[in-house]
């Protein structure tokens, strides 16, 4: 119902852009009397003269997304954006199901398009593409103040067809790489059995089925005896914060997982209602670690339930909500922060394993996974 009315109140907003109803009968509607009516004045008068007086033929349609991509940039926040509809529909495609691309995962740092991850079994992770790379340009199209939205929009494509990456890395000169776009699936948990009873869980993002996956992992895992875990959630970029409450709420003690802090000052929380850990638990994290990747992290080491080992975390310590409008389009807007359960704030920060272990696959073994499993081994004893 919620998204029903948020999508009439976006179907009228269009409406009275395109009909020309009374600015004042717009302006007590829409009950926004924070708003100066000069300034919404303003606006009209400005689209009014380009659609008039602009030597080209104007679609009114650019220049409302025009209007409404401005108004999100003005925002200064690289995780708020506005998504037309090739956007918003691969956004849903990422959480539900599959898209066409190349499976690496980005943010924005230091105003640069940088690489969380790129995704286990994806042509990104094939080229060697890494966590830490700045993509410089994209079909010889630089990035530079391109909204990452946009970034991934062109990135993403037909099943099939190619994409040309600059990658720029710390240390050495500047590379194009060309990828061919393929199915990238969005199961995003897997398990094994080690020896000794260690149970491992890698988790590569948290999507909607991603909660009920990592439930059936672990029963498979209790089935065939564990005694121990360890999780993985090295380049996992995070995703639903529904999800990641979820797998917490198995792996933390009863008490807060997470508090969100939203701008009128009201507190969201959120708690395990777990009555007892049941195993020794340890979790890999490392640069490629955010977002709801870091909400489990943190309460998982604020609360004394298992032990982080590998390097520090991304640090993105916000939340966004995605709203649907009219004709397919949608609004990603942060409205809130997290903290752990200590009240953390890790935004900008990351956080700090308990046992920091640079990786080194020299000799094709994952020392970082060798150390998790040894520190696991002396909380198992």
Same mark, same amino acid.
């Given at each position: 119902m919620n998204n029903k009315k948020k999508i009439i109140l976006g179907a009228f907003g269009i409406a009275i852009l395109a009909s020309g109803l009374t600015l004042g009968g717009a302006y007590y509607f829409l009950g926004m009397n924070q708003?100066?009516?000069?300034?919404?004045?303003?606006?009209?008068?400005?689209?009014?003269?380009?659609?008039?007086q602009f030597v080209n033929e104007?679609?009114? &349609?650019? *220049?409302i997304d025009g209007a409404i991509s401005g108004m999100m940039q003005s925002l200064n926040d690289p995780h708020s954006v506005y998504?037309?509809?090739?956007?918003?529909?691969?956004?849903? @495609?990422? &959480?539900?199901?599959?898209?066409?691309?190349i499976g690496v995962v980005m943010g924005v740092k230091d105003n640069i398009i940088t690489v969380i991850s790129a995704v286990e079994g994806t042509p990104g992770e094939a080229a060697g593409i890494q966590t830490g790379d700045q993509i410089i340009k994209i079909n010889d199209e630089e990035t530079k103040d391109m909204p990452i939205d946009q970034v991934a929009n062109k990135i993403r494509g037909d099943v099939g067809t190619k994409v040309v990456l600059t990658i720029r890395r710390q240390g050495v000169e500047d590379k194009e790489y060309e990828l061919t776009r393929s199915n990238i699936?969005?199961? +995003?948990?897997?398990?094994?059995?080690?020896? $000794?009873?260690? /149970?491992?869980i890698r988790i590569a993002s948290f999507g909607e089925r991603t909660?009920?996956?990592?439930?059936?992992?672990?029963?498979?895992?209790?089935?065939?005896?564990?005694?121990?875990?360890?999780?993985?959630?090295? #380049? #996992?970029?995070?995703?639903?914060?529904?999800?990641?409450?979820?797998?917490? $709420?198995?792996?933390?003690?009863?008490?807060?997982?997470?508090?969100?802090?939203?701008?009128?000052?009201?507190?969201?929380?959120?708690? @395990?209602?777990?009555?007892?850990?049941?195993?020794?638990?340890?979790? *890999?994290? $490392?640069?490629? +670690?955010?977002?709801?990747?870091?909400?489990?992290?943190?309460?998982? !080491?604020?609360?004394?339930?298992?032990?982080?080992? /590998?390097?520090?975390?991304?640090?993105?310590?916000?939340? !966004?909500?995605?709203?649907?409008?009219?004709?397919?389009?949608?609004?990603?807007? &942060?409205?809130?922060?997290?903290?752990?359960? +200590?009240?953390?704030?890790?935004?900008?920060?990351?956080?700090?394993?308990?046992?920091?272990?640079?990786?080194?696959? #020299?000799?094709?073994?994952? #020392? !970082?996974?060798?150390?998790?499993?040894?520190?696991?081994q002396e909380k198992m004893q």
């Amino acid at each position: 119902m919620n998204n029903k009315k948020k999508i009439i109140l976006g179907a009228f907003g269009i409406a009275i852009l395109a009909s020309g109803l009374t600015l004042g009968g717009a302006y007590y509607f829409l009950g926004m009397n924070q708003y100066k009516l000069a300034d919404t004045m303003r606006f009209f008068h400005a689209m009014r003269f380009i659609e008039t007086q602009f030597v080209n033929e104007v679609d009114d &349609t650019k *220049l409302i997304d025009g209007a409404i991509s401005g108004m999100m940039q003005s925002l200064n926040d690289p995780h708020s954006v506005y998504m037309d509809q090739t956007m918003y529909k691969d956004l849903v @495609s990422h &959480t539900e199901g599959s898209f066409g691309g190349i499976g690496v995962v980005m943010g924005v740092k230091d105003n640069i398009i940088t690489v969380i991850s790129a995704v286990e079994g994806t042509p990104g992770e094939a080229a060697g593409i890494q966590t830490g790379d700045q993509i410089i340009k994209i079909n010889d199209e630089e990035t530079k103040d391109m909204p990452i939205d946009q970034v991934a929009n062109k990135i993403r494509g037909d099943v099939g067809t190619k994409v040309v990456l600059t990658i720029r890395r710390q240390g050495v000169e500047d590379k194009e790489y060309e990828l061919t776009r393929s199915n990238i699936e969005t199961k +995003s948990v897997g398990h094994e059995m080690m020896d $000794n009873g260690i /149970g491992y869980i890698r988790i590569a993002s948290f999507g909607e089925r991603t909660g009920q996956e990592f439930k059936t992992a672990y029963a498979d895992l209790e089935a065939k005896g564990m005694k121990g875990m360890v999780l993985d959630l090295r #380049n #996992n970029p995070g995703g639903l914060l529904t999800a990641s409450v979820d797998i917490a $709420n198995m792996l933390v003690p009863k008490g807060k997982i997470v508090s969100i802090d939203k701008r009128d000052g009201s507190e969201e929380v959120h708690e @395990s209602t777990l009555e007892q850990v049941k195993y020794p638990l340890v979790v *890999l994290i $490392n640069g490629g +670690s955010a977002s709801a990747a870091e909400i489990v992290a943190g309460a998982i !080491q604020d609360t004394q339930a298992g032990t982080l080992v /590998g390097t520090k975390s991304y640090g993105k310590g916000s939340v !966004q909500v995605v709203m649907p409008m009219y004709g397919g389009t949608a609004l990603k807007l &942060t409205i809130a922060k997290y903290y752990t359960p +200590s009240g953390r704030s890790i935004d900008g920060i990351g956080i700090d394993p308990d046992v920091p272990v640079e990786l080194d696959l #020299n000799g094709g073994v994952d #020392n !970082q996974l060798a150390k998790a499993l040894t520190v696991l081994q002396e909380k198992m004893q």
